[in-house]
C-alpha cells in the first residue's frame, strides 16, 4: 500500500517521495488526510528559525482527514469517521499527562513538528488524538481546529470580564482568531493592531472594534494605557514594547507570539504597572469547545482561507506561503477527490 509523502529536505527545501503505508498498531487509527493548512511554524522550521527537529522529515500539524484503518482495541472510532488531528503527544504516565495537560510533559512533542507529520496521504496517530467533525466543517476549516485550539487555551487563562476592553497585536490568523474570541468570551471594545492593511479590514469585518495600522508615515498612536487585556500575537520585541505601553496599571497580558531568540523587556515598566505576564502554548482539553464553536459560528475560520492548492503542488503552496505572505491568510493544501484540474493559487 502506497503513500505519497512530502518531505522536508534542507533549507527552504522540499521533495516527494513514496512509501509503504505502515501498521496500524493496539490503539492507533490510520488517517486518510484530505486537507492540510500552511503554518508559519512549516516555514520558519524550513529556513531554520525554528529548531524544533532536523531533516527529513514531513512537516504538517494542522490536520483534518477520515479515519481509513483502525488498530486493535480501538472502540470510539469507525472507518469513514471524519475526523480532525490533535498533533501533541505526551508520554501518558507522568502527572501533567495524566492531570489532562500533555503539552507540560517532558517528553511532549508534535506530529509535523518533532516527529513525522501530515504532510502525507495517510497517517497514524494515537485514537486519542483525532476529533470527530460535524458535517458542517468542511475539511478545509477543520484544518485551523489546531490552531484555534492554541488561541482559545490563551483566552481562557485571561480570566475576561465582560467590558473589559482589550487590544491584539499582529494581523495574522492568530491575530484574527483572537479578536473572534476575545468578543466570544465578553470583551467590549477590540482592537487589532497590524501592519497590513487588507488583515486590518478583514478584522473588522471578523468583529474588531478599531483596527489600527502601524506601519510607515502613517503611524496612527494608540492611546498608552488604555486597554484592560493585550494580545502579543506577533512576538517580536518592538510589538512587545507596544503591549505594555498599551496596559493600564494592573492590566493583563498574554503572549503568544514566538520571536525565535531572546528579546528585552521593560521589566521596570511591568513591575511598576504591576502588570501579569501570562504565557500560553497548546491547551488539549478545549479542542471539543473548538469543534463546537466552528459548528455554531461563533468562530468564523472561511473568510481566511484565502488560496487552495493540490497536494501535488505542495512545493508550490510553501512557496506561495513564503513569497506572497502579505497576500495569502491562510493556504490549503487540499486532497478530497472533487478539486478542479486547474492549478495554482484559488
Not at 470510539?76 to 492531570?99: A, F, M, Q
Request: aromatic residues 6%; glycine residues 12%; proline residues 5%.
Amino acid at each position: 500500500m502506497r503513500n505519497e509523502i512530502w518531505e522536508w529536505t534542507g533549507f527552504n527545501a522540499m521533495e516527494p517521495r513514496v512509501a509503504e503505508r505502515g501498521d496500524v498498531g493496539d490503539g492507533q487509527v490510520e488517517v486518510r488526510i484530505r486537507a492540510i493548512g500552511i503554518c508559519g511554524t512549516d516555514l520558519h522550521i524550513m529556513s531554520g528559525h525554528a529548531n524544533f527537529a532536523e531533516p527529513p522529515l514531513p512537516l504538517g500539524h494542522e490536520l483534518a482527514g477520515v479515519v481509513e484503518r483502525i488498530g486493535a482495541g480501538v472502540t470510539s472510532w469507525r472507518i469513514g469517521d471524519r475526523v480532525c488531528i490533535d498533533p501533541l503527544t505526551g508520554c501518558g504516565k507522568c502527572g501533567e499527562c495524566l492531570s489532562g495537560n500533555k503539552h507540560r510533559c517532558p517528553d511532549s512533542g508534535e506530529f509535523g513538528l518533532q516527529y513525522p507529520g501530515g504532510w502525507q496521504q495517510y497517517m497514524i496517530v494515537p485514537s486519542a488524538n483525532v476529533y470527530g467533525l460535524p458535517d458542517s466543517i468542511s475539511f478545509a476549516e477543520a484544518t485551523q481546529a489546531e490552531t484555534l485550539h492554541c488561541c482559545l487555551g490563551g483566552i481562557d487563562k485571561l480570566n475576561i470580564r465582560i467590558g473589559e476592553h482589550a487590544a491584539v497585536v499582529g494581523d495574522g490568523p492568530t491575530g484574527l482568531y483572537f479578536v473572534q474570541l476575545l468578543k466570544a468570551a465578553g470583551a467590549g471594545k477590540v482592537s487589532l493592531i497590524g501592519m497590513r492593511e487588507s488583515r486590518l479590514q478583514l478584522g473588522l469585518a471578523l468583529g474588531a472594534d478599531e483596527a489600527v495600522n502601524v506601519s510607515g508615515a502613517s503611524m496612527q498612536a494608540p492611546d498608552a494605557e488604555s486597554q484592560d487585556i493585550v494580545i502579543d500575537a506577533a512576538g517580536s520585541e518592538s510589538s512587545l514594547a507596544l503591549c505594555v505601553n498599551l496596559l493600564k496599571r494592573g492590566g493583563r497580558l498574554l503572549l503568544f507570539g514566538l520571536p525565535g531568540k531572546p528579546i528585552s523587556a521593560d521589566v521596570q515598566t511591568v513591575v511598576l504597572k504591576e502588570l501579569s505576564l501570562l504565557g500560553t502554548t497548546n491547551a488539549p482539553r478545549v479542542w471539543p469547545r473548538v469543534i463546537r464553536m466552528m459548528a455554531s459560528g461563533q468562530v468564523q475560520v472561511k473568510p481566511l482561507l484565502t488560496h487552495t492548492y493540490r497536494f501535488e503542488e505542495m512545493d508550490q503552496a510553501i512557496e506561495f506561503a513564503r513569497s506572497q505572505s502579505d497576500e495569502a491568510v491562510k493556504i490549503i493544501v487540499s486532497l478530497e477527490e472533487d478539486q478542479e484540474d486547474e492549478g495554482g493559487p484559488r
